[in-house]
C-alpha cells in the first residue's frame, strides 16, 4: 500500500509536471525577471536621467505638474525616485481615463521617454500571461497549484531526496538530468513551496469567494472598504480650498517616521476643502505588504488625522506572504537571491521536462521513426525553453531597434516577443532537435553578448558610461544579459562536443531527449 501511494505520486509528479511544464517554465522566467523590474524599467527608458534623491524637491515638482495640468482629477498618485527608479512617477485620472506621467527628478519638466513597457510586460505576463481578465490570472492560478502539487509528489516521490541531493555523476546522460534535478529541488525547495503557496494567497479573493459572497452578497466589493482604512478617508466637500504644499508634509511624515522611506503618496480631492493626502511606507521598509495604509493628513490644514498599520494577524499573514513573494523588501544581495532561486526552480522544470522526453526516447532508441508524440513533447522543449529565451532578448533588441516615433511602438515590442516565440516553435517543428536546440541556443547566445554594444551604439549609456556613473541598473542589465551569455555559449559547446547517436539501446542522452 506504501509502495502503491507512492507510485500513485511518481505518476501524478510526472504527468502534470509534463502537462504544466512549459507554461510553468514561461510563468517562472518572467517571474524571475520580474524581481529586477524596475532595473528593467530603467534600461528600457534611457532618456530618464539619474539625480541624487529628493523627496521633498521631488514632491514639490509634482505637486507644480499636478495642479497646472490635472486641478480637477478626483485623485492623483505620486510616487518620487529611490534606489532603483529614477524619475517621478505620476497618475491621474482624467477624461478619457488614467494618465501616466513621467517628470525629470532635477527640472521637474516631463520627460519624454520611448513608449516601452519595459519590466512591466514581464511582470503582468508572469501572472495574466497576455491574456484578457480574468482568464489569465485564472490559469496562472491552476499553474501555481499545480506547481505546489508537484513539489509536494516529488518530495514524497523521492524518499531519498536529501541524500541524493550530494550525490551527483557527470556525463552519465539521464541519471546526471536526475541528480541536477534533485539538487536543484532539494537546494530551493522552501522558495519554490513559498512561491507558489503565496501565489494562491494573492489571488485568494478570486480563487475563493465563497465566504466573501456569504457575508457581503451582491456588495462583495465592500470587503476593500473594510480591508483598506484610507478607503474611509472623507468625500469631496466641494468647496475650493488650496492643497498644503505636500513638501511640509514630508517634514511631518519623516519626523513621524525617521527609520521609514516614503512610497506612494495619494492625494484624493486636491483642492477641495475635504482633501486627503496619505502617505505610504515604502515597500522595502518591512516584509509585510500594506495596500491602503499609511499616514493620512488633511489636505488644507496639514493636521495627522490618522496612523493605519496592520495589525490583525490575518491581514499580517496575508500582506507577510504577498511581501515574500514580491520580495520588494530585499535589497541588492537579497534580490539577487531570489534571482538565483528563481533561475533555479526555472533550471528545474526544464531538466524535468528533458527527463521525461529522454526516458521515452531510450525507449525507442532502435525506432526507425520515433512516436509523434515524442516528436511533438520536442518541439514543445525547444519552444519553451531555447524559444522563450530568444523571445525575452530579442524584447530587449527591439527597445533599441524599434524607431522612438512608431506609433504604438511599446505594443509592437510585446509583437516582437511573441513573434519570436512563434517563430522558435516553427524552426523547431522544420529541424532536427539537436540542430534546433544548438540554432536556436546559439543564436540567443550572440543576442544575450551583443546587448551591451548595442546599448552602447544606440545610446549614450554603455557600459563605459553607466559604471563610472554608478547607474548600476543601466549597467546590471547589460552584465547580466552579457553573464547569461556566457553560460549559454558553454551550453552551447556542451551540446555540440556531444557525439552523434550510436545504435545501441543503452545510451546516453542529450540535452533534447535524444540519444547521443
Known amino acids: 500500500m506504501k509502495e502503491g501511494f507512492r507510485q500513485a505520486m511518481a505518476w501524478l509528479h510526472t504527468w502534470m509536471g509534463l502537462v504544466f511544464g512549459w507554461l510553468l517554465f514561461a510563468i517562472f522566467l518572467t517571474g524571475t525577471l520580474t524581481y529586477f523590474k524596475d532595473e528593467i524599467n530603467h534600461w528600457t527608458h534611457p532618456e530618464i536621467a539619474v539625480y541624487p534623491r529628493d523627496d521633498a524637491a521631488s514632491l514639490a515638482h509634482a505637486q507644480r505638474y499636478l495642479q497646472a495640468n490635472a486641478p480637477q482629477a478626483p485623485v492623483w498618485y505620486i510616487n518620487v525616485p529611490d534606489e532603483r527608479r529614477p524619475d517621478i512617477s505620476l497618475m491621474y485620472r482624467g477624461a478619457s481615463g488614467f494618465q501616466q506621467v513621467s517628470l525629470d527628478a532635477r527640472t521637474g519638466e516631463p520627460v519624454t521617454a520611448r513608449q516601452s513597457m519595459g519590466g512591466e510586460f514581464f511582470y503582468r505576463f508572469h501572472f495574466q500571461l497576455q491574456l484578457p481578465y480574468p482568464w489569465g490570472r485564472w490559469l496562472a ?53 513559498m512561491i507558489a503557496y503565496s501565489s494562491l494567497v494573492i489571488f485568494m479573493v478570486m480563487l475563493l469567494p465563497a465566504n466573501i459572497l456569504a457575508q457581503y452578497g451582491a456588495q462583495s466589493a465592500n470587503i476593500y472598504e473594510e480591508l483598506m482604512p484610507t478607503s474611509k478617508n472623507p468625500a469631496a466637500a466641494g468647496q ?57 493628513f488633511d489636505g488644507v490644514t496639514g493636521a495627522l488625522r490618522s496612523d493605519n498599520q496592520v ?12 511581501g515574500l513573494h514580491m520580495g520588494h523588501f530585499a ?45 511533438l513533447v520536442a518541439v514543445l522543449n525547444v519552444m519553451s525553453m531555447a524559444g522563450l529565451m530568444l523571445a525575452v532578448i530579442g524584447f530587449f533588441w527591439a527597445n533599441r531597434l524599434l524607431p522612438l516615433e512608431l506609433p504604438g511602438r511599446a505594443a509592437m515590442e510585446i509583437k516582437v516577443f511573441f513573434a519570436l516565440w512563434g517563430l522558435s516553435a516553427l524552426h523547431a517543428a522544420l529541424r532536427p532537435a539537436r540542430q534546433a536546440w544548438l540554432e536556436q541556443l546559439g543564436l540567443a547566445t550572440l543576442l544575450f553578448m551583443g546587448l551591451p554594444l548595442l546599448n552602447a551604439l544606440t545610446t549614450v549609456h554603455g557600459l ?53
Not at 490575518?314 to 506572504?321: I, V
Open 141 to 193: 492560478s491552476l499553474c501555481a497549484l499545480v506547481m505546489l502539487v508537484t513539489l509536494v509528489s516529488g518530495i514524497i516521490t523521492h524518499k531519498k531526496i536529501f541524500k541524493e541531493f550530494f550525490t551527483f555523476r557527470p556525463r552519465k546522460g539521464q541519471r546526471s538530468w536526475l541528480d541536477g534535478h534533485n539538487a536543484i529541488g532539494v537546494l530551493v525547495l522552501p522558495f519554490h513551496l
Open 331 to 375: 535589497d541588492a544581495g537579497l534580490r539577487w537571491l531570489y534571482f538565483l532561486a528563481g533561475v533555479g526552480g526555472t533550471a528545474m522544470i526544464g531538466t524535468g521536462l528533458v527527463m521525461w522526453l529522454g526516458k521515452r526516447q531510450l525507449k525507442h532508441a532502435k525506432s526507425p521513426r520515433p512516436p509523434a508524440h515524442l516528436r
Open 464 to 516: 563605459d558610461h553607466s559604471l563610472p556613473e554608478g547607474d548600476w541598473a543601466m549597467a546590471g542589465v547589460d552584465l547580466t544579459a552579457l553573464g547569461w551569455g556566457l553560460l549559454l555559449a558553454w551550453a552551447v559547446r556542451k551540446l555540440w562536443r556531444q557525439a552523434p547517436a550510436p545504435t545501441t539501446r543503452k545510451v546516453a542522452l542529450n540535452v533534447e531527449g535524444e540519444p547521443s
Open 311 to 322: 495589525t490583525t494577524l490575518p491581514l499580517m499573514l496575508a500582506g507577510g506572504l504577498y
Open 240 to 296: 475650493p480650498a488650496p492643497l498644503v504644499p505636500l513638501a511640509d508634509l514630508y517634514a511631518q511624515f519623516h519626523r513621524q517616521e525617521p527609520d521609514s522611506h516614503l512610497g506612494l503618496v495619494e492625494v484624493e480631492h486636491p483642492g477641495d476643502a475635504n482633501a486627503s493626502v496619505v502617505f505610504a511606507r515604502h515597500g522595502a521598509d518591512r516584509i509585510v505588504h500594506q495596500i491602503g495604509y499609511g499616514l493620512v
